[in-house]
């Protein structure tokens, strides 16, 4: 069993930057991948970023692409999401999860954190 715990999330305004962390409480296996999904009101729950945990491969949605930067520290068992030139439609509770399968898929997820809220005033 994995226990995923996000922190960093808070309140920014309009093109500021923010880090979250995802810290695991186990040995983070090798052959998972962490991703980082968030979900707005009224909306599903939405990829963002996932990272393969032991080769650093990662894959992100259009949307952040290029503002948005995954990475992990095996040595810690701890995933981060970087995230610059924050705008208002990122508001929303990010989410990180742990998954063998898809990793652009919620439905694949084995463990999930219990979110941090991001709001990005304008």
């Known amino acids: 069993q994995v226990q995923l715990v996000e922190s960093g999330g808070g309140l920014v305004q309009a093109g500021d930057s923010l880090r979250l962390s995802c810290a695991a409480s186990?040995?983070?296996?090798?052959?998972?991948?962490m991703g980082w999904f968030r979900q707005a009101p009224g909306k599903d729950r939405e990829f963002v970023a996932a990272?393969?945990?032991?080769?650093?491969?990662?894959w992100y949605s259009q949307s952040v692409k290029g503002r948005f930067t995954i990475s992990r520290d095996r040595t810690k068992n701890t995933g981060y999401l970087q995230m610059s030139s924050l705008k208002p439609e990122d508001t929303a509770v990010y989410y990180c999860?742990?998954?063998?399968?898809?990793?652009?898929?919620?439905?694949?997820?084995?463990?999930w954190g219990q979110g941090t809220q991001v709001t990005v005033s304008s």
């Open positions: 990272i393969h945990w032991y080769g650093g491969i990662t």
């Open positions: 999860g742990a998954t063998s399968g898809n990793v652009k898929s919620s439905n694949g997820y084995d463990y």
């Open positions: 186990a040995r983070f296996f090798d052959h998972y991948a």
